[in-house]
């Protein structure tokens, strides 16, 4: 079950975190991967640990914010069948905090970003015969999150664009679903307490871990495989939706 042989699958985001975790588990069911990443350097750190497990994947460079490099890598790339919308970045603060510098910076790379690579893929999957599309929301999406004003802005975008993408090509054979999740441990994660909380390293991860109600933050694996299983061709009769996963953060915070 959830193989992806003779799949073709598109990752945005494949460097680190959770979008590497996709790429090396899609790539472990058999499907060729490519990498749109800004970090080469992550992007080739993950080509390598999939090629060192006898996978096969390919990197590219990209700013998923400037619409032309996005379409020159996918007409590069020219027929694949998933696309995993991971791409994104984080921003702490409120609406009369947030400066327009970084509002913007957000939007351009969630919002405008995801768009980018949805304006590019379509056309391809049409082509195609159809295809898979999973876009990466957040729970900051669907419940109010403390200081996360902009961030919550574009994750939200996501969520509404992934409904009207499914609504839209339901003709062609394009299936589109979101994910949303809480807190993951990453290295993203890390380097957030660390920069914020110097020495208090241990105290802070714990507090952000008991925020979700199973008492931990989830992990890369867990999320990627929820991913594989919407992406697979198990999952044919799923679209349109968002599938938290969250440890319970949505329902059971009280």
Known sequence: MF?????????????????KAVAIMFAAQGATVHIVELNKTGADE?????????????????????????????????????LVNCAGIAHVGKADTTSEEDFERVYNVNVKGAYNCLHAAIPILKQKGGGAILNVASVAALV???????????????????????KDYLKDNIRCNSISPARVHTPFVDGFIAKNYPGKEKEIFEKLSKTQPVGRMGTVEEVAALALYLCSDEAGFITGNDYPIDGGFVKLNN
């Not at 193989?3 to 979008?19: C, D």
């Not at 993950?46 to 990209?62: E, Q, Y």
């Open 46 to 82: 993950t080509v390598a640990a999939i090629l060192s497990a006898n996978g096969n994947a390919h990197a590219h460079s990209c700013n998923i914010s400037d619409q032309q490099q996005v379409k020159d890598i996918f007409t590069q790339i020219n027929s694949f069948d998933i």
């Open 3 to 19: 193989s992806l042989q003779n799949k073709t699958a598109v990752v945005t985001g494949g460097g680190s975190g959770i979008g």
């Open 144 to 166: 109010g999150i403390d200081e996360r004003f902009a961030y919550s802005m574009s994750k939200g975008a996501v969520f509404a664009m992934t409904l009207s993408v499914a």
